[in-house]
């Protein structure tokens, strides 16, 4: 994904107050048109909220970490916001590892804080503020 792709992308209002970005991020070996993952953004009230996942199959080639860059620059360019935040799963080290290496800083945990497959499951926060953005210095 290149700043480009994001450009093409659209910011939809969906209500008063709130946007939202979808993306599909593009297949690893480029031009197959072969979807690896998502990853969106929903923004209210100055607050971005980023949510991502990557197949299992396309794991473990720093698509997750580019496309979290990428989205999170994108985002704070765009929306002018006061924060960016998301949520992993207790228990989903991997996606916790992943915000953490873009940036993030990890803020406490969220007990029973959304739905996981009729389950309430309890949610690390993360989160990163403009002045830390240099931290999404990385591959563009």
Same mark, same amino acid.
């Given at each position: 994904m290149t700043r480009a792709t994001l450009a093409s992308f659209s910011a939809t209002p969906r209500r008063a107050g709130k946007r939202e970005l979808s993306t599909a991020s593009p297949s690893p070996s480029r031009g197959t048109g072969r979807l690896v993952g998502s990853i969106g953004v929903s923004v209210s009230d100055a607050i971005g909220e980023v949510g991502y996942f990557v197949l299992a199959n396309a794991r473990r080639?720093?698509?997750g970490e580019r496309a979290l860059r990428l989205v999170s620059n994108w985002a704070f360019e765009e929306f002018g916001l006061a924060r960016l935040q998301l949520g992993?799963?207790?228990?989903?080290?991997?996606?916790? +590892? *992943?915000?953490?290496?873009?940036?993030f800083s990890r803020e406490g945990i969220l007990r029973a804080w959304m739905d996981n497959r009729g389950e309430r499951a309890d949610v690390i926060m993360h989160s990163l503020l403009p002045s830390e953005?240099? +931290? *999404?210095?990385g591959d563009e």
């Open positions: 080639r720093g698509i992993v799963i207790v228990g989903n080290d991997a996606s916790a +590892r *992943l915000a953490e290496k873009t940036g953005t240099d +931290r *999404l210095s």
